[in-house]
């Protein structure tokens, strides 16, 4: 971080820009490796790691004011039944299938995989202004997706739930993930009084 101001063509300049190329190496090497810790290596989303940093800044955003945010949990289901009965391959595609409609719906917010079936969507700025308008989209993407499907344990299924910050009920991002995932539990309760199997929602 700190500058090599000396330029010329004498044995000092050469070594400055020597050193200057050298930093400039560092820095993207650097910048890779933080990208590998943050990113889930299946998905290519931000991994559980990057949701606990993300988790501590918007802390510290309530500690200092009134941040305007929603947070959406979505819980893959079936994900358990296909590992066991094709496959963790086919688990693994379905997954990859699942993550690429979440951020196709989310796209200009980050999304978190926080376990195997469990992703984290951040709704801030635009994204949280229009979060219904989004979520809507996200089940029609997903009825689309599922319409090009010929094998049945190749469609998503996802149960969500959406939370949003209030400053009367939440002191943490905690507090609004756990009603976010209560919201999503009584989701996937819904999801199957309407009839998707009981094995497809373990």
Known sequence: TVPIE???????GILADSFRMTVHHL???MDYINGLAYRDTLT?????????????????????GRPEFAVMVLDLNGLK??????GHDAGDILII????????SFSRSPVYRIGGD???????????QNYKCLSEEFDRAIQEANKLVHKEYDKVSVARGIAIYSEM??????????????????????????????????
Do not use: P, W
Request: proline letters at 0%; charged letters at 30%.
């Open 6 to 12: 000396h330029r010329g063509t004498d044995e000092v």
């Open 27 to 29: 820095q993207k090497h």
């Open 44 to 64: 290519g989303v931000k991994n559980k790691a990057a949701y606990l940093e993300m988790e501590k800044r918007i802390n510290q955003q309530i500690q200092l």
């Open 81 to 86: 039944l296909v590992n066991d009965n094709y």
């Open 97 to 104: 299938n699942a993550t690429r409609i979440i951020c196709n």
């Open 118 to 128: 469990e992703f984290v969507v951040l709704l801030e700025n635009v994204d949280y």
């Open 169 to 202: 009920v939440d002191t943490s991002f905690a507090s609004v993930f756990k009603r976010a995932d209560q919201a999503m539990y009584r989701n996937k309760a819904q999801m199957k009084e309407k009839g998707v199997s009981e094995s497809m929602l373990k």
